[in-house]
T-cell receptor, first 114, second 110 residues
C-alpha cells in the first residue's frame, strides 16, 4: 500500500440518499484528515481523527455529516440526506503522527448529488 | 497512469536564500495546476495556473507553468523562517479530478 486509498472515486447520489466515503490511510498511519474541495476553491478542513477518536471536527457541519475511524478498517465520512450543495470533491489525507507535516493525500471522491 | 511528481522531496536553506520547487506531471486532459502551502490543518491556496508562460506573483512567491514540457516551478525569494512548510502541487483535469504530488518539505533556518 503505497498511498492513501479512497473509494469510490466517483459517487452519484439522489437528494435525500446517504453517501459513504471511505479512506484507507497509508499503512502505519493512525491520523486521518478529511477535506472538502469546492470547484475552483481551496481545500477546506472538515475533521481530524485518530484511531477510534475524533480529535477535531470543527470544520464539519453539525447536521447530516459524521466521520469515524474504527480500530479496524478504513475511515468513513458519512453524509446523510444529501443535498445538491454537498456536491464536491472530498479528500482524505493521513499522517503517522500528530504533526502538520508529512501528510499523504488520497485521490479524492467526487460526490455528485442529482 | 496519471501522476504528479514534485522535487526535491525536502530542502533546507538559510534565511535570505532563493528556492525553486519543481512539479512535473503526466495527466490526461490537463485543465489547471495548483500550488498549496501546508503548515496548518488545511493547505493554503497559493496559485492556480492554466496558461503556459504567464507568471503568477504574490509578494516573494511566484510560479509559472510550461504546458509543453509539462512542469511548473514555484519560486520563493528572500526566504524567511515562516516559509517553512510543505509545498503541495496538484493537477486538475477536465473532469475536475484532482491529483496531488507528494509535496516538498522546505525548512528555512535563521
Amino acid at each position: 500500500n503505497a498511498g492513501v486509498m479512497q473509494n469510490p472515486r466517483h459517487l452519484v447520489r439522489r437528494r435525500g440518499q446517504e453517501a459513504r466515503l471511505r479512506c484507507s490511510p497509508v499503512k502505519g498511519h493512525s491520523h486521518v484528515y478529511w477535506y472538502r474541495q469546492l470547484p475552483e476553491e481551496g481545500l477546506k478542513f472538515m475533521v481530524y481523527l485518530q484511531k477510534e477518536n475524533i480529535i477535531d471536527e470543527s470544520g464539519m457541519p453539525k447536521e447530516r455529516f459524521s466521520a469515524e475511524f474504527p480500530k479496524e478498517g478504513p475511515s468513513i465520512l458519512r453524509i446523510q440526506q444529501v443535498v445538491r450543495g454537498d456536491s464536491a470533491a472530498y479528500f482524505c489525507a493521513s499522517s503517522p503522527s500528530r504533526s502538520y507535516y508529512g501528510y499523504t493525500f488520497g485521490s479524492g471522491t467526487r460526490l455528485t448529488v442529482v | 497512469e496519471d501522476k504528479v511528481v514534485q522535487s526535491p522531496l525536502s530542502l533546507v536553506v538559510h534565511e535570505g536564500d532563493t528556492v525553486t520547487l519543481n512539479c512535473s506531471y503526466e495527466v490526461t486532459n490537463f485543465r489547471s495546476l495548483l500550488w498549496y502551502k501546508q503548515e496548518k490543518k488545511a493547505p493554503t491556496f497559493l496559485f492556480m495556473l492554466t496558461s503556459s508562460g504567464i507568471e503568477k506573483k504574490s509578494g516573494r512567491l511566484s510560479s509559472i507553468l510550461d504546458k509543453k514540457e509539462l512542469f511548473s516551478i514555484l519560486n520563493i525569494t528572500a526566504t524567511q523562517t515562516g516559509d517553512s512548510a510543505i509545498y503541495l502541487c496538484a493537477v486538475v483535469d477536465n473532469n475536475n479530478d484532482m491529483r496531488f504530488g507528494a509535496g516538498t518539505r522546505l525548512t528555512v533556518k535563521p
